[in-house]
């Protein structure tokens, strides 16, 4: 079972173990989080997506546990989500459909591997 959250502007579609381990399809509204077994894991449009921050493993959609997403860097926290997104694209990340939590997280990577 894996945790996947869908960040992308629409529905995703994925394939996914039925209880006799036959493919069935499960589609994930957008920001729906669900923890799932998927059928082949390995799945190149599966990779492409997560690739593009559409779909995100192991991290729960903003707002459904109740926490806010900090940062160790109180700079960063400070920023909005597209300020967030700006000053990533400044440093040459390409920033897809993420989350608060994604974007404080690469925002921090980016800082610290650009001093």
Do not use: C
């Not at 894991?41 to 959609?61: H, N, Q, S, T």
């Not at 400070?78 to 974007?103: C, F, H, I, M, P």
């Amino acid at each position: 079972m894996v945790e996947i959250t869908n960040r992308a502007l629409g529905p995703r579609t994925l394939w996914v173990k039925s209880e006799r381990g036959q493919p069935v399809q499960r589609t994930l509204r957008r920001g729906e989080t669900a923890a799932i077994e998927l059928h082949s894991p390995e799945d190149p449009v599966l990779k492409a997506w997560r690739d593009a921050g559409e779909i995100v493993f192991g991290e729960a959609a903003e707002g459904e546990d109740g926490e806010t997403a900090t940062s160790q860097d109180a700079e960063l926290d400070k920023l909005s989500d597209d300020e967030l997104r700006a000053y990533l694209t400044d440093r040459g990340v390409q920033v897809g459909n993420w989350g608060r939590r994604r974007l404080l997280a690469e925002a921090e990577r980016a800082k610290a591997t650009q001093g």
